[in-house]
């Protein structure tokens, strides 16, 4: 057996390590991963900020979703104003993944955890607001889950003590030593 990728190898490596851990969800990780024209150089922290970058574009696009249906006179009131609910709550999730990125590049990655659970926090409660879940906005809403859970198990692999600063655990490289980052699962966002 091989031994086990360093987590300090960088660039296409891995990307490609890091999106093969759930093959459920490589395309959209290759997708996020690659997004950055860098990207084919980046270290473990470039891209745990790709991937920041990439959820916090999404929120903004939820945003002005979330803005124009505001103004539809044909919908519900209910309707209409779970959405201007939901526009509040989707502009502290983007204040939150600022904090987010300023925390990455601060290597403060326990202040970063907190401020990935608060806008994932803030996404829940834009989605409760608003009534039924087959709107456009719940399903922008699963997408910016799945973006922000990937960025929380990037962001753990940065981790000291989080098993990312040292190597992949050779007896099970979909998990990191000393119970680091878990399987980045975009179907479970409690990982």
Same mark, same amino acid.
Do not use: W, Y
């Given at each position: 057996?091989? $031994?086990?990728?360093?987590?300090?190898?960088?660039?296409?490596?891995?990307?490609?390590?890091?999106? !093969?851990?759930?093959?459920?969800?490589?395309?959209?990780?290759?997708?996020? =991963?690659? !997004?950055? $024209?860098? !990207?084919?150089?980046?270290?473990?922290?470039?891209?745990? =900020?790709? !991937? =920041?970058?990439?959820?916090?574009?999404?929120?903004?696009?939820? =945003? #002005? %979703?979330?803005?124009?249906?505001?103004?539809?006179?044909?919908?519900?009131?209910?309707?209409?104003?779970?959405?201007?609910?939901?526009? %509040? #709550?989707?502009?502290?999730? %983007?204040?939150?993944? %600022?904090?987010?990125?300023?925390? #990455?590049?601060?290597?403060k990655e326990h202040d970063a955890q907190i401020w990935l659970q608060a806008a994932l926090a803030a996404i829940d409660t834009c989605d409760a607001s608003i009534p039924g879940d087959d709107d456009i906005l719940s399903q922008q809403a699963v997408i910016f889950r799945q973006l922000c859970n990937f960025a929380i198990t990037l962001n753990k692999a940065l981790t000291p003590g989080g098993?990312?600063?040292?190597?992949?655990?050779?007896?099970?490289?979909?998990?990191?030593?000393?119970?680091?980052? $878990?399987?980045?699962?975009?179907?479970? $966002?409690?990982?």
């Open positions: 057996m091989d $031994p086990p990728p360093n987590i300090n190898k960088a660039g296409n490596d891995l990307i490609n390590f890091i999106c !093969s851990i759930d093959p459920k969800s490589k395309d959209l990780c290759l997708k996020v =991963l690659t !997004s950055d $024209p860098l !990207s084919h150089q980046a270290t473990l922290q470039d891209l745990t =900020l790709v !991937s =920041l970058k990439v959820a916090a574009a999404n929120a903004s696009g939820i =945003l #002005t %979703e979330c803005k124009t249906l505001i103004d539809d006179p044909n919908l519900d009131p209910a309707f209409q104003q779970g959405l201007a609910d939901c526009k %509040e #709550t989707l502009l502290d999730a %983007e204040g939150q993944l %600022e904090d987010t990125i300023a925390a #990455t590049l601060a290597n098993g990312g600063a040292n190597k992949f655990n050779s007896n099970n490289p979909n998990n990191l030593q000393g119970g680091g980052a $878990p399987k980045f699962n975009a179907n479970n $966002p409690n990982f």
